[in-house]
C-alpha cells in the first residue's frame, strides 16, 4: 500500500506538472504541519542472535517549519516536530529537528512536488533507563504530495510521507538492543509567504 501509494504521487507529480521548475517569486514561508500515521512499525534488535521483535504503533505530530522558496518554486525547510507514538504497550514522545527539500514542479493552483529530508530526534523522558540522557535518533525522510496556492501569501499542501528513525543502541540485560521506526503517514500543512 505504501509503495502504491508513493509510486501513484511520484508519477502524478511528472505526468500532470504544467511547466517543470517554473519561474516564481523567491522568499520565506513558515508552516504549521500535522500528521496522522497510516501505518507505524517498530522493529528490534539485538547483537545476540538475529531474532528481531516488531510491533505496531499510531503516531500523529505537529511541526513549525521556516523554509526558502527558490526562485524555481522548489523549498529548502527547516522544521521542529514533536510525535506522539501509542499502542497497548507505552505512550512516548519525539522531539527532533528535520531538514528537508521539495522539488515542486509548476506554477499553477495545484503544484505537485516530491521532496527528501533528514532529522535528529531525542525521545523525551528517556533518561531514567539511558545513563540519565535521553535517547537520540537519526530520520530519513521521503515525500511526495501536492500544494495548493490559494492566493500570493497562502498556501495548503496534501503530502504523503514516510519517515525511518534510527535509535542509538541500549543495553537491556548485557544485550545491545536497536530499534527502528518506520512511519507512513499523510501530512496537511498551511503556508504563509513573506
Avoid at 25 to 44: Q, R, W, Y
Avoid at 66 to 83: C, D, P, V
Wanted: glycine share 6%; proline share 1%; with cysteine.
Amino acid at each position: 500500500m505504501k509503495k502504491t501509494l508513493l509510486c501513484f504521487f511520484s508519477v502524478a507529480s511528472i505526468l500532470f506538472a504544467h511547466n517543470t521548475f517554473a519561474e516564481t517569486e523567491n522568499g520565506f514561508f513558515l508552516g504549521l504541519n500535522l500528521d496522522k500515521s497510516i501505518k507505524a512499525e517498530s522493529t528490534i534488535m539485538n547483537d545476540v542472535d538475529s531474532e528481531t521483535k516488531k510491533s505496531s504503533f499510531d503516531s500523529y505530530s505537529y511541526s513549525l517549519s521556516a523554509g526558502y522558496r527558490t526562485a524555481s518554486n522548489n523549498r529548502i525547510i527547516a522544521s521542529y516536530a514533536k510525535i506522539s507514538a501509542k499502542n497497548k504497550h507505552y505512550d512516548v514522545t519525539f522531539s527532533g529537528l528535520d531538514l528537508d527539500w521539495q522539488f515542486v514542479y509548476g506554477s499553477r493552483l495545484v503544484q505537485p512536488f516530491w521532496g527528501l529530508g533528514f532529522g535528529s530526534y531525542s525521545q523525551d523522558d528517556s533518561a531514567k533507563f539511558n545513563d540519565g540522557k535521553d535517547l537520540s535518533a537519526f530520520s530519513l525522510q521521503l515525500m511526495t504530495g501536492a500544494k495548493f496556492d490559494l492566493n500570493d501569501q497562502f498556501e495548503l499542501s496534501a503530502t504523503y510521507h514516510v519517515r525511518t528513525m534510527v535509535w542509538e543502541s541500549v543495553e537491556v540485560a548485557n544485550v545491545s538492543e536497536t530499534s527502528i521506526d518506520s512511519i507512513s503517514s499523510i501530512q496537511l500543512s498551511a503556508v504563509f509567504k513573506f
